[in-house]
C-alpha cells in the first residue's frame, strides 16, 4: 500500500508498505514526468521524523532511486526532490504517514509536473545567469551573495534612488551578516569603497539591478534560465545533511579531526561547534570576547600536529586557540597600530607551526600579514603592498604555510599569488595567469603545491611553490565562482560554490569536472576531505542553511 499527502512545505509525506527484499535496498522506485517519462538526475531526499538528518540520493539514466539499506533506519521519513523547473505531483490519496520497515523493501514511483513557480527554485548562479548584460556588468552581484540570495535583488520593486539607499545600509553591515542576523560594523568600509569611486560605481549597479528586478510589472523582462541536472557520475553520489539547532549558526569552516569528530566556526555567533555524526550530538563552547561591542563570529579554522584548533575571530581582532582535550580557549589579541575599528583577523595559520614555532595570520582591514609567537605572545608585521601606487588596491584574504613554514597569501582584490620567506622575510609576488581572478582561499598539498579557489576567475588553480609555475582549470558551470580547493588521496581536487549550488570535483590529468548538486540552496565555503576511510568524503557546511553536509561520491 502506497499514500501520499503534501504538507505546506511542499515535503512528500508517504506510507510505505512492504513490498519485499531487493538488493539491500531499504526505498526505490522511478521519478517520472508526464513531458519527459523517466528523469535522470532529480534529487530525492529522505529525512526521518524528528530528526536532523537527511539522505539524498540521485536517480540515474532511467529515473530510478535507490537508497541503500544501511542509510534508512526504520522509522517514519519525509521525502522531497529537487530538480529545477519541477514540483511533484500532487497526491490522489491525502492520508498518510509514513514506515520504513526492517529488512523490507519498499517501493514509491514518483511523479513530477512542471514547476508552478519556477523563480523561487533557481540558484544564485541561475540568476545571474538569468540576467541580461555582460559578465562584467553583473559580476559585482558576487558580492551580494556572501550575505543574501540575489531574489532579494530581483524580487524587489527599486529605483535606481532606492537601491542606493539599501546599498549604503549594506555597507554598514558586517561581512558576517544574514538577514537572520545584521552586525553593524564599527568602521566604515575600506578606502577602496570610499570616494568619488564608490558613488561612481554605486550609481551604475544601482541603474543595473533596477532592470533586472520588478519594478516595472508583475514579471521579469528576461527569460529564467536553468542548468542541466545532474547526469552520469554527477548522480553517483550520497548526501547526508545534518540540521544544526538553530538557523542562525553559519557553518564556516568545517572540518573532521582523527577520531572523526565534526568541527565548525561559526561566522556570525561567538561559539565554536562539535559535531558527533554517529550520535547527532552538538556541543558548542562560548568564545571569549576581546572587543565587547564589535561584531562577532569566527572565520578559518585549522587545526596544528597537536590537534589544537585555531581560528581569527574576525572584527574582534584576534587570534585564538581551542584544546579539544581540556575544553579551554587561549587568545592573541593584536595590539598597538593594527588594533583598531578596521582590523579584520579572519585566518590563523599552524599547519607547520612545528618548525620554528610560529602562526601566521592576515589582517583584513590593512592588507597585512601578521607572525604570531604563542610563546610570548608577540607579533611580527609584514606589509606586502606598502609600495603600491596610488588607487591600487588589495585585499589579503588567505594565508598558507608551506612545509618549511614560508607563507603564502592570496590578494582577493586582484590576482596576485605573495610569498614570505620565513627566515629573511622577503616577499616576493606572482600574478596568476588570469587577471582579476580574486583567488581566495587555499590549500597546501603534500608536494608543496597551492591549490587555489579563483573566485572571479571561475577556475581552480595550481601554483607549484618548486617551479613557481601556474596551471588553471576553468569550471564548467558560468559562475561557480570557487571559493577554496581541497585535494583528496586519489589526486582529485574539490571546491564548493557560493552561487550555484554544487560542489565540483576536478581530474587534474584529464581537466574533466564532474558537478554534485545540493539537495538544498547551499552556501559554501570551506570544502574539507577526509581521506581517512576506504573513500575519500567531502564535507562542507551550508553557511545559510544552517547545516553541516557530507558528499559521498559512489564511482571512486
Not at 531526499?45 to 540515474?60: G, K, Y
Not at 538569468?130 to 530581483?154: A, E, Y
Not at 569611486?197 to 551604475?204: F, G, K, V
Request: hydrophobic fraction near 35%; charged fraction near 25%.
Amino acid at each position: 500500500m502506497l499514500r501520499m499527502m503534501r504538507s505546506a512545505r511542499g515535503i512528500l509525506w508517504i506510507v510505505l508498505g512492504t513490498l519485499g527484499f531487493v538488493n539491500g535496498q531499504a526505498l526505490t522506485g522511478v521519478v517520472r514526468s508526464a513531458e519527459e517519462g523517466p528523469l535522470e538526475g532529480v534529487l530525492v531526499s529522505a529525512q526521518r521524523v524528528n530528526t536532523p538528518v537527511t539522505i539524498t540520493v540521485v536517480s540515474d539514466a532511467g529515473g530510478r532511486y535507490s537508497f541503500p539499506r544501511n542509510r534508512l533506519d526504520p522509522g517514519q521519513y519525509a521525502l522531497r526532490i529537487r530538480a529545477t523547473g519541477y514540483d511533484l505531483e500532487d497526491p490522489v490519496n491525502k492520508n498518510g504517514q509514513v514506515t520504513i520497515a526492517a529488512a523490507k523493501t519498499t517501493s514509491a514511483d514518483l511523479k513530477i509536473h512542471r514547476a508552478k513557480d519556477l523563480a523561487s527554485q533557481l540558484s544564485n548562479a541561475e540568476w545571474l545567469m538569468s540576467m541580461p548584460g555582460s559578465d562584467d556588468q553583473k559580476g559585482f552581484l558576487l558580492n551580494c551573495v556572501n550575505c543574501h540570495r540575489l531574489d532579494f535583488i530581483t524580487r524587489s520593486r527599486h529605483t535606481p534612488a532606492e537601491f542606493i539607499q539599501v546599498m549604503e545600509r549594506m555597507s554598514t553591515y558586517a561581512n558576517q551578516s544574514t538577514p537572520l542576523k545584521p552586525q553593524k560594523r564599527k568602521a566604515e568600509r575600506l578606502l577602496e569603497d570610499r570616494g568619488e569611486s564608490r558613488r561612481l560605481a554605486r550609481e551604475r549597479q544601482a541603474a543595473y539591478m533596477s532592470t533586472v528586478n520588478l519594478r516595472e510589472g508583475a514579471m521579469w523582462k528576461y527569460d529564467l534560465k536553468t542548468l542541466p541536472r545532474p547526469k552520469g557520475k554527477g548522480t553517483q553520489v550520497i548526501v547526508t545533511e545534518y540540521d544544526l539547532p538553530r538557523k542562525t549558526i553559519q557553518p564556516h569552516d568545517v572540518i573532521v579531526d582523527s577520531a572523526g569528530i565534526i568541527w565548525y566556526s561559526n561566522f556570525g555567533e561567538q561559539e565554536i561547534g562539535k559535531f558527533d555524526p554517529k550520535t547527532n550530538q552538538l556541543t558548542e563552547f562560548s568564545i571569549p570576547v576581546t572587543k565587547p561591542g564589535w561584531p562577532v563570529g569566527e572565520l578559518g579554522l585549522r587545526s596544528d600536529r597537536q590537534g589544537k584548533l585555531w581560528f581569527g575571530v574576525s572584527f574582534q581582532a584576534t587570534v585564538a586557540k581551542f584544546d579539544p582535550k581540556t575544553e579551554k580557549f587561549q587568545t592573541f589579541p593584536l595590539t598597538g597600530e593594527f588594533n583598531k575599528d578596521m582590523t579584520q583577523v579572519n585566518m590563523a595559520s599552524p599547519q607547520s607551526s612545528h618548525v620554528d614555532g610560529k602562526v601566521w595570520l592576515q589582517n583584513n582591514g590593512f592588507a597585512m600579514i601578521h607572525r604570531l609567537d604563542p610563546a610570548t605572545g608577540k607579533f611580527e608585521d609584514f606589509a606586502p603592498f606598502k609600495d603600491a601606487k596610488e588607487g591600487e588596491n588589495h585585499n589579503i584574504y588567505d594565508v598558507i604555510p608551506d612545509s618549511h613554514n614560508n607563507v603564502y597569501f592570496t590578494d582577493f582584490y586582484a590576482e596576485h599569488i605573495g610569498r614570505i620567506d620565513a627566515k629573511t622575510g622577503q616577499i616576493k609576488l606572482f600574478p596568476t595567469p588570469t587577471r582579476g581572478s580574486a583567488p581566495r582561499r587555499a590549500q597546501m598539498d603534500a608536494d608543496d603545491r597551492l591549490w587555489i579557489g579563483e573566485y572571479r576567475g571561475n577556475r581552480i588553480a595550481m601554483f607549484d611553490t618548486k617551479t613557481e609555475k601556474f596551471k588553471e582549470w576553468e569550471a564548467p558551470t558560468p559562475f561557480s565562482a570557487p571559493y577554496d580547493v581541497a585535494l583528496d588521496k586519489n589526486g582529485y581536487a574539490w571546491t564548493g560554490s557560493m552561487s550555484s549550488d554544487r560542489v565540483l570535483r576536478l581530474d587534474p590529468k584529464s581537466g574533466q569536472y564532474t558537478e554534485y548538486l545540493m539537495p538544498r540552496f547551499t552556501n559554501i565555503r570551506r570544502v574539507f576531505v577526509d581521506n581517512s576511510g576506504p573513500r575519500p568524503v567531502l564535507w562542507i557546511g551550508n553557511n545559510h542553511g544552517a547545516s553541516i553536509v557530507k558528499v559521498e561520491p559512489l564511482d571512486e
